[in-house]
C-alpha cells in the first residue's frame, strides 16, 4: 500500500463515483485485516486488501503524476482516514502528512493525496485528513484537526 500512495502524485475520485458510503461494518473489516498484517509471518508481510484501478488523469504533468480512481475509492478513503487518525495519535503530523496524506509543495486542491469528489470534500477536509487545509485555502501548516473515527481508540 505504501509504495502505491507515498510520493507526489494524487487520487482523483471522478464525479462519477458514488460517495463515500462505507458503513461501521466496512470499517471494522477493513481495521481486522490491518490489525491481522500488524505483526507479520516470518516469511513476510503478505496481504490482499482489495483492488485499486486507475487510469492516467490527463492533468498529470511532469514530476506531479494524477490518477483517476476506477475502482478502490472507498478503500482509499477509508485507509486514509486511518492513517490521519494514527498521525493524530501518534503526534506526527508532519511525517505522515508529507508520506502519505498531502503533496508539500502542492496548493489547493492539488495538496490532497486523494481527492475525494466534490460532494465528499469538506466532510474529508473535517475529518482531518489534511491538518490545516481549509476549504478554498490553506491553513497553518501542521496544525492536526482531528474528528471521531471508529479506529480512533484502538
Given at each position: 500500500?505504501?509504495?502505491?500512495?507515498?510520493?507526489?502524485?494524487?487520487?482523483?475520485?471522478?464525479?462519477?463515483?458514488?460517495?463515500?458510503s462505507?458503513?461501521?461494518?466496512?470499517?471494522?473489516?477493513?481495521?481486522?485485516?490491518?490489525?491481522?498484517?500488524?505483526?507479520?509471518?516470518?516469511?513476510?508481510?503478505?496481504?490482499?486488501?482489495?483492488?485499486?484501478?486507475?487510469?492516467?488523469?490527463?492533468?498529470?504533468?511532469?514530476?506531479?503524476?494524477?490518477?483517476?480512481?476506477?475502482?478502490?475509492?472507498?478503500?482509499?478513503?477509508?485507509?486514509?482516514?486511518?492513517?490521519?487518525?494514527?498521525?493524530?495519535?501518534?503526534?506526527?503530523?508532519?511525517?505522515?502528512?508529507?508520506?502519505?496524506?498531502?503533496?508539500r509543495?502542492?496548493?489547493?486542491?492539488?495538496?490532497?493525496?486523494?481527492?475525494?469528489?466534490?460532494?465528499?470534500?469538506?466532510?474529508?477536509?473535517?475529518?482531518?485528513?489534511?491538518?490545516?487545509?481549509?476549504?478554498?485555502?490553506?491553513?497553518?501548516?501542521?496544525?492536526?484537526?482531528t474528528?471521531?473515527?471508529?479506529?480512533?481508540?484502538?
Open positions: 500500500m505504501t509504495g502505491l500512495i507515498q510520493g507526489q502524485r494524487q487520487f482523483q475520485v471522478p464525479l462519477y463515483q458514488r460517495t463515500y462505507w458503513t461501521d461494518k466496512q470499517l471494522e473489516l477493513l481495521w481486522e485485516d490491518v490489525l491481522s498484517q500488524a505483526e507479520p509471518p516470518p516469511a513476510g508481510p503478505t496481504h490482499f486488501l482489495g483492488s485499486v484501478v486507475l487510469a492516467p488523469s490527463p492533468r498529470s504533468e511532469a514530476g506531479f503524476e494524477q490518477w483517476v480512481v476506477v475502482d478502490g475509492q472507498q478503500r482509499l478513503t477509508s485507509l486514509s482516514l486511518a492513517l490521519a487518525a494514527l498521525r493524530d495519535h501518534l503526534g506526527e503530523t508532519e511525517r505522515i502528512n508529507d508520506l502519505y496524506l498531502l503533496n509543495y502542492k496548493h489547493g486542491d492539488d495538496r490532497l493525496r486523494l481527492l475525494p469528489t466534490q460532494a465528499n470534500r469538506d466532510s474529508y477536509r473535517n475529518a482531518g485528513q489534511c491538518a490545516g487545509l481549509q476549504p478554498g485555502g490553506e491553513g497553518p501548516r501542521g496544525r492536526p484537526v474528528a471521531e473515527r471508529p479506529w480512533a481508540e484502538s
